[in-house]
């Protein structure tokens, strides 16, 4: 089993910044990719960026250059820095956590930009 807690989300102006943070727990060994997803109303959840244990990132078209993953190894944390948010940034943000065989999530932080 893996556990995921996520923290970091809230409501911010257009053009303003969070920092979405998921500290992973369990059975957390071997290759695996951690990564964050959103979901808005009405839509499909969808991957915004993703980072593999052996350091290849990938990231969604729309928050290319806006969007940063990062890792803290040493705390099994993982984190989206997330600058210029956009309306159609709102969603909940979903970490999650895959290995050969397993797959969990967290239970999403709401992201809202609004002014």
């Known amino acids: 089993q893996v556990q995921l807690v996520e923290s970091g989300g809230g409501l911010v102006q257009p053009g303003g910044s969070l920092r979405l943070s998921c500290a992973a727990s369990?059975?957390?060994?071997?290759?695996?990719?951690m990564g964050w997803y959103r979901q808005a109303p009405g839509k499909e959840r969808e991957l915004v960026a993703r980072?593999?244990?052996?350091?290849?990132?990938t990231y969604a078209d729309s928050v290319k250059g806006r969007f940063t993953i990062s890792s803290d190894n040493a705390k099994n944390t993982v984190y989206l820095q997330m600058n210029s948010l956009k309306p159609e940034d709102t969603a909940v943000y979903y970490c999650?956590?895959?290995?050969?065989?397993?797959?969990?999530w967290g239970q999403g932080t709401q992201v809202t930009v609004s002014s």
């Open positions: 369990g059975s957390i060994f071997g290759i695996n990719t």
């Open positions: 980072l593999s244990s052996g350091g290849m990132t």
């Open positions: 999650n956590w895959w290995g050969p065989g397993k797959n969990y």
